[in-house]
């Protein structure tokens, strides 16, 4: 747990809980996503770099 850089697989919102692709690129969780942390800043495109807060996986029923 901590803060990290990762690689977004599309759209990345800061402040908003994030899951990962299979490819292993983090993407805004939906419901019923395995949440891997919160994004601290946005991406908008595939490929972009940004720092997310990671904490341990969860599933989650609803993403608020």
Do not use: C
């Amino acid at each position: 747990a901590g803060l990290s850089k990762v690689v977004g697989g599309g759209t990345v919102t800061a402040g908003a809980p994030i899951s990962t692709t299979v490819s292993g690129m983090a993407v805004d969780a939906v419901s019923g996503d395995v949440v891997i942390g919160r994004a601290m800043e946005t991406a908008a495109t595939a490929g972009e770099i940004v720092t997310a807060m990671l904490s341990f996986p969860v599933k989650w029923g609803s993403v608020s």
